[in-house]
């Protein structure tokens, strides 16, 4: 009997030395140090729309917390960097080619607000050692939206996206209270100098390290602090802040990715990904986004929503997909209603907030339908 439990613990023993060392050899990629690549960045040049402009005047000012070892896995980029459209080869082109810091952006006017939506990509959600349950994946996106008052010019609401989740940020006087979704908070805007200010065009928004979160810099998920002067604390000691590239500005990847401001470019998701998507061409496997819903209603009938971005490593038994994708704005993750906030903000806020005073859902050269029904 005793020679049985002794070979019994014997067998336990040796299986789980057999584990711990599968997973130190499995997480090499995760604890060596993450260098900079020679092959340059190969995305295509950035997309323009009428509304550029507008897009440019309230671009948002994003503090990213990094990791000291590892950082360069937190420096946002374009989704194309290693020269397609491709999600599942994200991972490993990683390795091989130079980031070039962007932000993807759609903007609809109605005949009171600029409703402006921003997507982040990154092409790891990582973690610095993984049990492989879902704790990292390939490629990652996260989303924000910023309205406008067009009678004022003031940004008077901030959406933000983190891990599925979402929440609202609007002050008092905005004319935004909450209802069935709960206003978070107060958010931060900075002027042109950047320094805080209530009338300031440029939302404030963290963004965290590994799983890249986003959160206005107020609340108390954030891990940085702007200061009166426009100086900038992160709790960690290590962060970028990424600012709009003044015109001319080169945008490149940091060398360094513990501090510094780093420029980044603004890229339109209405004439460079809207089109793949409306052809059928940018979801599916093999592809750049995936895991569609249908959305439906008064304005557009989409069959694909894409979810995700299309990957096929490191995200443990609940799939692979799992980065959100610039399409994907909602309060929640259901089907039905995922993507409203992108394609029909003005309605989708006004079923879930209480909003007084002027607010129109009549959209002006509405462009995701090429004869759109338009709102009230």
Not at 187 to 216: K, W
Request: proline share 4%; net charge positive; with cysteine.
């Amino acid at each position: 009997m005793k020679n049985r439990r002794k070979r019994s613990l014997l067998y336990f023993a040796g299986v789980a030395s057999v584990l711990i060392v599968s997973l130190i050899a499995s997480n090499a990629h995760h604890l060596a140090r993450v260098r900079k690549p020679v092959i340059p960045n190969r995305g295509a040049n950035v997309a323009r729309e009428p509304l550029t402009p507008i897009v440019e005047q309230y671009a948002p000012l994003i503090y990213a917390a990094t990791e000291r070892c590892g950082g360069r896995q937190d420096i946002i980029s374009n989704n194309d960097f290693d020269g397609d459209l491709t999600g599942n080869n994200n991972w490993e082109n990683f390795d091989r080619y130079e980031l070039k810091p962007t932000v993807y952006y759609a903007i609809l006017e109605t005949e009171t607000h600029y409703f402006i939506s921003y997507h982040l990509f990154h092409p790891r959600d990582w973690n610095h050692f993984t049990v492989w349950l879902n704790d990292t994946h390939e490629n990652d996106g996260e989303n924000f939206q910023v309205v406008v008052r067009k009678n004022d010019g003031r940004v008077v609401l901030l959406w933000t996206q983190a891990h599925y989740r979402s929440r609202v940020y609007s002050f008092a006087g905005s004319g935004i209270e909450s209802a069935a979704t709960r206003v978070t908070g107060n958010f931060q805007t900075v002027d042109s100098n950047g320094l805080p200010s209530e009338s300031g065009t440029h939302a404030c928004v963290f963004v965290e390290s590994q799983g890249h979160g986003i959160y206005g810099t107020l609340d108390s998920s954030s891990e940085v602090r702007v200061n009166a002067d426009g100086s900038y604390r992160f709790k960690s000691g290590s962060g970028l802040l990424f600012r709009p590239a003044r015109a001319g500005e080169e945008v490149k990847e940091p060398a360094i990715t513990s501090s510094g401001e780093v420029a980044y470019q603004l890229d339109s998701i209405t004439m460079k990904l809207w089109p793949l998507l409306r052809d059928g061409k940018l979801t599916g496997d093999g592809k750049l986004l995936d895991g569609s819903y249908r959305y439906r209603d008064e304005l557009v009938d989409i069959k694909e929503v894409p979810r995700f971005y299309d990957a096929n490593r490191f995200s443990g038994p609940l799939r692979s997909d799992r980065g959100i994708s610039p399409f994907a704005l909602d309060f929640s993750f259901k089907r039905g209603t995922l993507g409203a906030l992108f394609f029909n903000p003005a309605k989708r806020y006004a079923e879930r907030l209480k909003i007084t005073g002027s607010w129109s859902r009549k959209y002006v050269a509405y462009p995701f339908v090429d004869v759109a029904i338009f709102g009230s």
